[in-house]
């Protein structure tokens, strides 16, 4: 994957810098990997109740709306950019679901257009970065209030879906394996969708000239666009892709909440960029995986399934956990990168 | 923007080269629409027992005191080339620190004082670890000011127990709520302070340090100046002057909501510096711009209050205008309305032409790393350059 095409830095051609998934660049990646084993075991030791169908079928069923949003996070980070406005998209999606659902439609016109609204806002965080040069953070940051802001106008109060909403089948349990009392191992519609969409990223990042443009615009931008690669296209599709992602959340976890506020997703996007960076992906770009950004995820949701579990740690302190996550693992990113600036 | 006539063509050119001047004309727009709705809308009578002023303008002048502090302090920032997204939860942990001291303490100036300083250094050391992180470690400034936003939140809650906690003590609350020759007390430290800073960065080369830091890291290393004391400066100011911004808002209710208090002032004060006319890519940055932009912003927010829209939708506005003025401050737009193709290049951010603009390509996010750039560019970054001039040629 990072040959001296996927990552053409202008000192790519020295060999110490293309080490084939050298240990070094894996280094995030393989430390996200030991923490969530090592919740794991904590939370088995000192919890108990981990290392159980349910839990594990909750943790993925309660993590499967995050990881969609990771999975379009990463495609955008790869690039080198960022996208602060999934969180307040969901908002302005899964009100539009509920209000189109609650409005009687049928669910095969509810569900697309749900996802389209979140591919508008993709789109137009694209145009602006693309075609007016508009820095990546600060466009989608303005995505991010004009669609809280829409979400607000939309409604003020939480809005129900109707209980006989066939919406909500995306989250009908599905038994896998039948264990003891309700300790059945299960999947849902969602989680189904989820990993088709982490699997569809994977083969698209990995196998598709797309996803080799996508890590070729990360590594160096301008090498890309001399190259002849499609930037500007690119760089369109990665927002659109982000906000499309942002959408079909939406849909997740609308489903499975049955409730739609203007306050959903407030700190969303900061839980994305959080999964994307603890599963090893440069914040600069050019270097990461789809899958790293799962682990990523994994590792926020059994952080939050922990929090509760232990019970002792105050709910306010949540976001200083998470935001000490980030920073460990983005001072990690530092050190690797000094490191490789070093060997070269 | 077609000239009519040369002379008056070159005068409105002066004007408009200023490019708070859409500010100064959206600010007259917005005041417009709130006299046609209500005429004696502008109207400031004088209380004769006490000399105060009242009036919605006076009200405008007390409610952009916290934007002014956090637009000044980002202004800086943003000449560095950095961001600074912690300022929201600076406020709300300032406010937090300072309404949980003085809930249990006296009613009296003396406490007030020290809930200032409490609320003021805990700003500052926020502030410094944004600094240190930016300056030292060389993160990029958005993604530090990110966690510290997020982390800052949690500290607010943390201080008071998740509750919003409010106080009384009459000396803390006349800083926001007292008046001073009739106008508000903190209209008139905001004043004191941006003109403070003001002199601070144009009467001395400091503030030339920081636009030549933010036009080209490199060059300006190469110069002699040294980027870490300047930056941890300038992300220190913002705080303690986010810090100030949260005592002002949380004096003016003597209650601190944890998840409110100085939510989205980071976009406010992004929305001042950039319709300021203060370029987000760095170099050159305009107080008085910013200054503007925050009393546009106050209006904004009055007026949307004014014509009964709800006020949590003012966001919504806000990021029109941000678009808005970041579409005018684009190559591409800019060219359009000169009237000429913008170019086959991809259009680029208005930095002052630099001769090695190693960080000016589109994808390097808030400036990438200027504090490594000066030390560790060597012949990598020349390459890029030289790919930067044939992409653009």
């Known amino acids: 994957m990072s040959t001296t095409l996927t990552r053409p830095r202008p000192t790519a051609a020295q060999p110490a810098r293309r080490g084939r998934g050298s240990l070094l660049d894996a280094l995030p990646t393989i430390a996200s990997v030991a923490i969530l084993l090592l919740m794991f075991v904590y939370g088995e030791a000192a919890y108990g109740k981990i290392f159980q169908y349910n839990t594990i079928s909750n943790l993925f069923i309660n993590s499967s709306y995050l990881i969609i949003l990771a999975v379009g996070m990463t495609f955008v980070i790869l690039t080198g950019g960022i996208d602060l406005s999934v ?77 006989d909403s066939s919406f909500r089948s995306l989250s009908e349990p599905i038994k896998l394996i039948d264990g003891p009392k309700t300790n059945d191992l299960v999947v849902t519609p969602s989680v189904i969708i989820m990993i088709l969409v982490v699997v569809a990223a994977v083969l698209v990042l990995k196998r598709t000239r797309f996803g080799r443009t996508v890590y070729a615009i990360g590594g160096a931008e301008n090498s890309a666009g001399l190259m002849g690669l499609p930037v500007a296209r690119t760089k369109l599709w990665v927002y659109l892709i982000s906000g499309t992602l942002a959408g079909l959340a939406a849909v997740v976890y609308t489903s499975r909440t049955g409730i739609a506020q203007n306050v959903t997703g407030v700190g969303w996007e900061l839980d994305a960029i959080a999964a994307v960076v603890i599963g090893g992906t440069m914040l600069t ?60 | 923007m077609s000239a009519p006539a040369p002379g008056i063509g070159s005068r409105l050119k002066g004007l408009f080269s200023q490019q708070y001047a859409w500010g100064i004309v959206a600010l007259l727009l917005l005041l417009a629409v709130d006299v046609i709705k209500d005429p004696s809308y502008l109207a400031i009578t004088v209380n004769p027992t006490t000399g105060n002023l009242s009036g919605n303008l006076i009200d405008i002048l007390r409610q952009s005191a916290p934007v002014l502090m956090i637009a000044v302090g980002m202004t800086l920032v943003v000449a560095t080339r950095g961001i600074d997204l912690s300022v929201g939860s600076v406020m709300a942990v300032s406010g937090a620190v300072s309404m949980q001291f003085l809930s249990t303490a006296p009613n009296t100036a003396g406490s007030a004082f020290a809930a200032l300083g409490m609320g003021l250094g805990l700003a500052l050391v926020l502030g410094l670890v944004n600094g240190v992180l930016v300056a030292w ?69 400091l503030g030339t340090m920081i636009e030549a830091l933010g036009i080209n890291p490199k060059a300006s290393r190469l110069i002699g100046i040294r980027p870490g004391g300047l930056l941890l400066s300038v992300y220190a100011l913002s705080a303690l002057l986010a810090g100030l911004g949260g005592v002002f808002a949380t004096a003016s209710v003597m209650t601190v909501e944890v998840s409110r208090t100085g939510l989205n002032s980071e976009l406010d004060a992004i929305l001042a510096v950039v319709v300021g006319g203060t370029s987000l890519a760095g170099g050159k940055f305009s107080l008085t711009g910013s200054v503007v932009g925050a009393l546009l912003i106050t209006t904004l927010d009055k007026t949307i209050v004014f014509l009964s829209i709800p006020s949590a939708a003012t966001p ?42 190693s960080h000016s390509s589109p994808v390097a996010g808030p400036g990438g790393e200027p504090a490594t750039s000066g030390s560790a560019g060597g012949a990598g970054t020349a390459g890029t350059d030289n790919d930067q001039k044939a992409v653009n040629a």
Request: net charge positive; with cysteine; proline share 6%.
């Open chain 2, 316 to 357: 919504a506005f806000k990021a029109i205008v941000i678009v808005a003025v970041c579409l005018l401050q684009s190559e591409r737009v800019r060219g359009w309305l000169r009237g000429r193709r913008a170019g086959r290049a991809p259009a680029q951010r208005p930095t002052p032409p630099s001769p090695a603009p």
């Open chain 1, 285 to 344: 770009g050019g270097y990461g995986f789809v899958l790293g950004s799962v682990v990523g995820a994994l590792v926020i949701g059994m952080m939050t399934l922990l929090i509760t579990r232990d019970g002792t740690v105050p709910p306010e302190a949540t976001t200083i956990i998470t935001g000490g996550i980030l920073l460990v693992f983005v001072l990690l990113q530092r050190v690797v990168l000094l490191r490789k600036k070093k060997k070269a």
């Open chain 2, 137 to 205: 470690v060389g993160l990029q400034p958005f993604i530090t000011t990110l966690v510290m936003m997020l982390a800052g939140r949690g500290i607010a809650r943390v201080i008071t127990g998740g509750q919003n906690t409010a106080a009384t003590n009459d000396a803390f609350r006349w800083i926001a709520n007292g008046t001073v020759l009739g106008f508000p007390v903190v209209f008139v430290i905001a004043a004191v302070l941006v003109a403070a800073v003001a002199v601070l960065v144009r009467r001395t080369a």
């Open chain 1, 87 to 163: 969180g307040s998209v969901i908002a302005v999606s899964s009100l539009t679901g509920v209000f189109m659902a609650n409005a009687g439609l049928p669910v095969v016109i509810v569900i697309p257009v749900t996802i389209l609204v979140g591919s508008l806002f993709g789109l137009m965080s694209g145009v602006l970065v693309q075609y007016f040069n508009v820095q990546p953070f600060i466009a989608t940051l303005a995505m991010m209030f004009l669609a809280r802001g829409i979400a607000s106008i939309m409604a003020t109060t939480p809005v129900r879906l109707d209980d």
